[in-house]
């Protein structure tokens, strides 16, 4: 299959720590983009990045977020000293730079914090 | 912030029903695109309407868009319980804009 992956799945973590998640977007698409899902709400936009440059990163929710693409390909996303209003799903998305611009999303790592 | 809003927030229907989701949005736009996400899972793309265009079509969906109105409305004809679902309308200001999603609308198919 060469859908959009996202690793892991499920996460729960205690306050105060570190979490870091991974998208591997589809292999020939060149924009990532990442999202935030809170229950009964859409996803929020985060950042996102065009091979390896982050070409938006100002809707990152605060300083404790942040994300990369050092290769151009797979992308992570770190939260550092989570809190309880961290607890979302995190969903990354795909697309190529042809054609029109519908996204391809990953199933999303749902995170809990304690 | 999010620029589109669904209507209804919920809709509860019996399969072989029509349903109709509608969406309204703030800004001016490039395209507008409607997306599926089923219970705990990621975000499926179902159709995607430019701002010149007024009326869409792929399969069972129709899509329609009135900008002059800032609206978007997604049809599902002849519904099936496996089209129930959270069903998310997304703007995009250009063709390389981050989308923007609304709230989105929960539908229930009843067999």
């Known amino acids: 299959d060469t859908g959009v992956s996202q690793n892991p799945r499920h996460k729960i973590t205690k306050r105060g720590q570190n979490v870091t998640f991974r998208c591997d977007p589809i292999s020939e698409h060149n924009r990532l983009y990442w999202y935030r899902q809170t229950l009964g709400q859409g996803p929020e936009f985060l950042t996102y990045f065009q091979n390896e440059a982050q070409l938006e990163k100002s809707r990152l929710l605060s300083d404790r977020f942040s994300a990369e693409r050092p290769k151009g390909s797979f992308s992570t996303l770190e939260i550092q000293r989570t809190e309880q209003g961290d607890s979302a799903m995190y969903l990354c998305?795909?697309?190529?730079?042809?054609?029109?611009?519908?996204?391809?999303f990953g199933p999303g790592t749902r995170l809990t914090v304690t | 912030s999010q620029q589109g809003e669904e209507d209804p927030q919920a809709l509860s229907i019996q399969e072989g029903e029509n349903a109709t989701m509608n969406c309204s949005y703030k800004t001016s736009i490039n395209n507008l695109q409607w997306y599926r996400q089923n219970s705990g899972r990621g975000l499926v793309h179902l159709i995607l309407i430019r701002s010149n265009e007024r009326e869409k079509h792929s399969g069972r969906l129709r899509v329609t868009l009135d900008t002059s109105k800032k609206s978007s409305s997604l049809l599902i004809t002849a519904s099936r319980a496996a089209d129930t679902a959270s069903y998310f309308c997304a703007t995009a200001s250009s063709g390389n804009t981050p989308l923007v999603f609304g709230k989105g609308t929960r539908l229930s198919v009843i067999a």
């Open positions: 998305a795909s697309r190529s730079m042809t054609g029109a611009n519908e996204q391809y």
